[in-house]
């Protein structure tokens, strides 16, 4: 044991070693290229020139969302085999650390690390790991360039890669990230991807090897008469997504897309997306056999900001999305980010522990989100605040009642997105099994947090 012990201590400290010897790096090379740092720019960027004209570069960025709860647990929830029906954490959300740049006119390079959802109940002295790591080659500049790595490059929709510093709502529509921690790590697969526009056409398309379900962070569920993901490895995943942008053109120099611009803007985007993955699913048949079944997803999006005032900076957001989704007979997962609780009594409902509810499933989803941007410093020095509304509709082939979770919440935007809170209610439905054995709505539970969030 003494032994265990020893080795895990060396690991954390190597891991952190690693990580100082990177900040020298860092502080090394901003010495010898202090000249080229810009000392000011309207973006308050962290930025390294190599050249005169700023075209070839390496930036780095920081984030940090601390989240603050009060959670009405579902029922049955417990901590630790304590019951539970209401829990009060404090926990950090996301903590991301992005190093990037582009080497020459052609060769760019993205990196990230950092941690996700580490609450009170996480495992301790988490250390931190690449989300991304990607290299990229612009075969035709603007139109095509063909990248590889570990990476957030996802086909479907247009939040199935969130750019979290940007996020509209406290929280992204996890839905759309379909199969998260379960054969990719938080979003990000190993992939090859070609992007580009094509005139006001602006494509990706992405095959990907999905990562073993052994070693994922979530059950895949158990083997039965309903569909769960099948633990033989994994075939290759198909997706891509398109969109037409008719107003202001979006970056897509890299995947993550922003949730608002506050008026900076004014974006009008048409797009459509698929993933396929042959094989994923599998349940037991009515022999005892196995049946294998198919992943396909397909979706289509809108998104439309406008500045409304352009002397006042108020604007107008607007996001609607549809999804038809096949993982299988039956599939429905109940996710709960940084979930609050750790297990459940036998008085538990579908939904399992804590903040749980079904997020992703078999059947069709409707999604919409709003919201209004105030005039700018309405707050005076303290800035100006953001309402916003989101809205899912889920009818799910395992359900009788369809899955609506509702999020009222607003931004109070102290520095844009670069310090921001957001206070979020979030209304969730109760499933549970009736006398007829079909899987309704029992009870609707709520859940409150305040996220504090910083970005560089």
Not at 37 to 60: A, T
Not at 389 to 403: F, H, W
Request: hydrophobic share 35%; charged share 15%; glycine share 8%.
């Amino acid at each position: 044991m003494n032994l265990f012990k020893s080795i895990q201590q060396k690991k954390y400290v190597n891991q952190y070693l690693g990580f100082v010897s990177l900040l020298l790096i860092a502080l090394f090379t901003l010495d010898s290229f202090a000249q080229k740092i810009v000392p000011y720019n309207e973006n308050k960027e962290f930025k390294i020139h190599f050249n005169e004209s700023g075209s070839q570069y390496v930036k780095l960025t920081f984030l940090n969302q601390v989240w603050a709860r009060y959670n009405e647990s579902n029922p049955g929830s417990a901590v630790y085999g304590t019951p539970k029906s209401t829990t009060y954490d404090i926990g950090l959300r996301r903590t991301r650390i992005q190093l990037f740049g582009q080497l020459t006119d052609r060769v760019f390079f993205y990196t990230q690390f950092g941690q996700n959802n580490i609450a009170y109940n996480s495992p301790r002295k988490q250390g931190l790991f690449f989300l991304d790591a990607v290299t990229e080659y612009a075969f035709v500049k603007r139109a095509l360039s063909i990248g590889g790595g570990l990476t957030g490059w996802n086909g479907l929709t247009r939040y199935a890669a969130p750019s979290v510093g940007t996020i509209l709502s406290a929280d992204a529509p996890l839905y759309q990230q379909a199969t998260n921690d379960i054969s990719d790590q938080f979003l990000r697969k190993f992939s090859l991807y070609a992007k580009g526009k094509i005139g006001k056409l602006d494509y990706r398309m992405v095959l990907s090897n999905p990562m073993s379900i052994q070693k994922a962070s979530v059950g895949a569920g158990a083997f039965g008469k309903n569909a769960s993901f099948s633990t033989l490895p994994g075939k290759a995943q198909l997706h891509g997504y398109f969109n037409y942008q008719f107003k202001d053109e979006e970056s897509n120099l890299t995947p993550y897309t922003v949730g608002s611009y506050l008026g900076k803007k004014e974006i009008f985007n048409i797009g459509a997306g698929f993933l396929v993955q042959q094989d994923a699913m599998w349940r037991a048949g009515n022999n005892n056999d196995t049946l294998f079944s198919n992943i396909q997803l397909l979706s289509a999006d809108v998104f439309y900001e406008i500045p409304l005032n352009k002397e006042k900076k108020t604007a107008y957001t607007l996001y609607a999305a549809y999804q038809n989704s096949d993982y299988g007979k039956n599939y429905y997962r109940n996710v709960g980010p940084m979930n609050p609780a750790t297990d459940v009594t036998a008085n538990a409902s579908l939904n399992g522990p804590g903040s749980a509810y079904p997020i992703i499933g078999t059947g069709n989803t409707l999604f919409a989100q709003t919201a209004y941007l105030f005039r700018q410093n309405l707050l005076g020095e303290h800035g100006t605040l953001q309402p916003y509304v989101n809205v899912q509709y889920s009818q799910y082939e395992a359900m009788k009642d369809p899955m609506t979770c509702v999020d009222l919440g607003v931004n109070w935007l102290i520095d844009g997105h670069r310090a921001k809170m957001s206070l979020n209610l979030q209304n969730r439905p109760v499933f549970n099994v009736n006398a007829l054995g079909d899987n309704v709505v029992t009870t609707r539970k709520n859940m409150v947090y305040l996220q504090y969030q910083i970005t560089l």
